[in-house]
């Protein structure tokens, strides 16, 4: 795919903004009574880009906002009042020289589900935070139930008795793997605000004080229960169990594989502790808790037996499991510390409804453990353990402990996407290709390159997108539009989606489309994050990785735009006609032109409110367009900043060839104005153009307010292919435009200088 471009052409009449260092006014909407407070603030107006998207706030290269105390510096400017509280409550680095920071909002001293906030640091400097916020909140905090009471009532919620805690094998496990005599399962109960579930977002009218129990259960589905702190009725309930449904049919096995095991008397146990890491695999003797667990033995460490082949799997697949995360992305174990992996095979399920099942595998969130289910036959051929089976219940282990996506509605179809696409990467890690099918070497269940094979969608809100709230909201199925990106990301595609969207992506390959993932999985999302947050989060972990402009970054936009996610806090169209704002700010973006009057009237009108034209490459205001004294309107050119996808003009016959390496050619929607210009640049910028004879043409180099660096250059253009030379070699390192201007054309590109 061709480099973004950067361009105008003026005609008569035509008016052409490039503004680089402008306010900002952006839209933080946290609540619609507080939402246009925040974006009045002047301190936020110059420290963010206007590009600052719905809960992603993008700091200016120039500030100097300090991560640890950005909620208390700025409190006021961020909507918070003097009852609000962001409290620290983790900080990674990264292997990428970032430290990331995660706050959980307090209302009084009571946490706030769902409102947390990542603060995204290089060399001490906030330079982006993400996440949601509740501003405005005016509620009670004192409950009409004592904690025991809430605790019987949600106990009505289980459909269980075979409670964890009552259970003494299972308390002492719990007791070793938190390495505390005093860890127990039994709930404890905690005050939280939440909203209903059939809200998508908290705000301060929909929030409920409730208490939150934790609900361990061995024979069925462990749960996370809120209920009402003033009445007792149940809010909402979220799995703590987290399973792939898989379905039917054969399973190849990996062949003769070395396994590590532990002596234990004149046997060994399948159990790998060779490493730091413990790896252990027991089985369950088809119970639905783990009453019946046991050791699978061998007297000579050769394990062949038909009845243990099963069980071999299942190690062969969570050991490579955790390799490819450790060699991959230097992750240790699910909880990127090292913590033991206890898997037990040969497991029944107890379904929703009450019924069992040996279909079926899980990840458990509460006990930390695995489990895989023999199936309906007693061959080991049809056993939930397949290599992308593995990865994908391992890989619920590492969101809960990065992202915590809710196993609920989008973020639940998230949680479960993330485990297909990396299940279906520990796959290609161990065999050395991807079938693009979830599970097929048992009988597949979900499909990457049709989901609609498989009852899915591929579009969000397209044909088969699940509204009900069956299935903890439709995980199973609304993940389809995730896993069609990655696929769409990873080989490239084009067609039509379900909105009637043209789209083009070209594939960046499934490793790097994975990396992306996982940075954007680990670094970006949170427990309630929504479909366009994934959208941010994948958009944000591809600049860090591949940097800005980068053909990866790019491929990421489009691919969110082929399954119709797109940025819902603005307008992509590129042409805008019509008067605004109507009842609040907004932003008309663009990865290539916006143009307002193009075809009709378009003016903004005097109000408080804003609106901002935001393009990588130009903004265009034609005859028709009026902003009157009064209005607040802002153009902003930052090239790569919006990454939707937009259809590519014509090209020329100006290519990529004709310059080096890492140049860029510009192909334009007008006659004769086809330009091509280096980005980035070293010692000369040399510009190709399509000129008309006799036309004096000029060369210049500026910084970002638009004033020289160097001396222009001036040539006297010819027909067809023209080229000018400027000499960079003084020029320092860092970021300016380039503009090539004739009588009939003008050409205006950000740049950036390197050694």
């Excluded at 005050?191 to 409920?208: G, M």
């Excluded at 990301?489 to 489309?513: F, R």
């Excluded at 090209?651 to 334009?668: P, Q, R, T, W, Y």
């Excluded at 003084?730 to 054309?745: A, D, H, M, R, V």
């Amino acid at each position: 795919m061709k480099n973004l471009k950067f361009s105008t052409r003026i005609t008569d009449g035509m008016l052409v903004l490039y503004l680089v260092l402008v306010a900002v006014l952006i839209v933080l909407f946290f609540d619609s009574a507080k939402c246009e407070s925040i974006l009045q603030n002047k301190q936020m107006q110059v420290m963010l880009k206007p590009t600052s998207e719905n809960n992603f706030l993008e700091f200016r290269d120039e500030t100097n906002v300090n991560p640890l105390t950005v909620f208390t510096d700025y409190k006021a400017a961020l909507g918070l009042q003097a009852d609000d509280e962001m409290r620290l409550v983790k900080g990674e680095n990264d292997q990428m020289g970032m430290a990331h920071y995660r706050y959980q909002q307090f209302y009084k001293g009571i946490k706030i589900e769902g409102a947390e906030m990542i603060v995204h640091s290089k060399d001490g400097r906030a330079v982006s935070m993400n996440g949601k916020m509740v501003a405005g909140i005016n509620l009670p905090q004192e409950p009409s139930l004592t904690e025991n009471d809430a605790l019987t009532a949600s106990l009505k919620f289980v459909k269980s008795t075979k409670y964890m805690w009552l259970n003494a094998n299972e308390e002492e496990h719990y007791k070793r793997m938190k390495k505390d005599e005093s860890a127990s399962y039994f709930p404890k109960g905690e005050l939280v605000y939440t909203r209903p579930t059939s809200e998508k977002e908290s705000t301060p009218s929909n929030l409920i004080l409730c208490w939150r129990f934790d609900i361990n259960v061995e024979d069925g589905l462990s749960a996370r229960i809120f209920v009402d702190a003033k009445t007792g009725a149940l809010i909402n309930s979220i799995p703590l169990d987290l399973t792939c449904s898989a379905g039917t049919g054969t399973t190849t096995f990996n062949g003769v594989q070395s396994v590590w095991t532990k002596a234990s008397g004149a046997h060994y146990n399948l159990d790998n502790d060779c490493n730091s890491v413990e790896l252990h695999v027991r089985n369950a003797n088809t119970a639905t808790d783990l009453s019946n667990v046991t050791e699978y033995t061998d007297a000579n460490n050769i394990w062949n037996a038909t009845s243990q082949t099963s069980a071999v799997q299942t190690m062969f697949g969570i050991r490579k499991s955790y390799y490819y995360y450790l060699t991959t992305f230097g992750r240790d174990s699910y909880d990127n510390s090292g913590s033991n992996i206890d898997c037990y095979n040969n497991a029944w399920f107890t379904n929703a409804d009450g019924t069992t099942t040996p279909n079926n595998a899980q990840w458990s969130n509460s006990s930390h453990y695995l489990r895989f289910g023999p199936a309906n036959s007693s061959s080991a051929s049809d056993d939930y353990n397949a290599d992308d089976v593995v990865g994908h219940e391992f890989t619920h282990g590492v969101t809960e402990y990065s992202a915590a996506l809710n196993y609920q509605s989008e973020s639940g179809a998230l949680n479960e996407s993330f485990s297909d696409i990396f299940g279906e990467m520990v796959e290609n890690y161990v065999e050395g290709s991807m079938d693009w099918l979830v599970g097929a070497d048992r009988g597949a269940i979900r499909s990457f390159l049709n989901p609609n094979l498989y009852n899915q969608p591929d579009t969000y809100n397209g044909t088969n997108w699940f509204n009900g709230t069956t299935d903890n909201g439709g995980v199973h199925t609304n993940s389809g539009v995730q896993n069609y990106f990655f696929y769409l990301l990873s080989v490239g595609g084009s067609g039509t989606n379900d909105n009637g969207s043209a789209y083009s992506v070209t594939g960046i390959g499934a490793p790097n489309a994975a990396a992306i993932g996982y940075r954007a999985l680990t670094t970006y999302l949170s427990s309630g994050s929504q479909y366009i947050d994934a959208r941010a989060a994948w958009l944000h972990a591809a600049l860090d990785i591949f940097g800005s402009c980068s053909s990866q970054i790019i491929q990421v936009g489009n691919a969110w735009h082929a399954v119709g996610v797109e940025s819902q806090s603005s307008q992509w169209l590129s042409d805008v006609c019509g008067s605004y704002p109507l009842f609040n700010s907004v932003t008309f973006q663009s990865i290539s032109t916006v143009r307002g009057a193009y075809t009709c009237a378009n003016s903004i009108i005097a109000s408080p409110y804003s609106v901002t034209y935001s393009s990588d490459d130009k903004v265009v205001l034609y005859p028709g367009f009026n902003a009157p004294a009064g209005s607040h309107f802002v153009a902003y050119v930052e090239p790569c900043a919006v990454t939707l996808w937009r259809q590519a003009a014509p090209g020329d016959d100006i290519s990529a060839e004709e310059l080096n390496a890492e140049k860029s050619v510009m192909d334009f929607d007008s006659e004769n104005s086809a330009v091509a210009i280096p980005n980035p640049f070293t010692t000369e910028v040399k510009t190709i153009f399509r000129g008309t004879s006799g036309e004096r043409v000029i060369l210049r180099i500026t910084d970002m307010l638009g004033k020289n660096v160097l001396a222009p250059v001036e040539k006297l253009a010819d027909d067809g292919k023209n080229e000018v030379i400027l000499n960079t070699s003084e020029l320092e390192p860092g970021t300016y435009f380039i503009e090539l201007q004739s009588p009939s054309f003008k050409q205006t590109m950000k740049v950036i200088k390197t050694d």
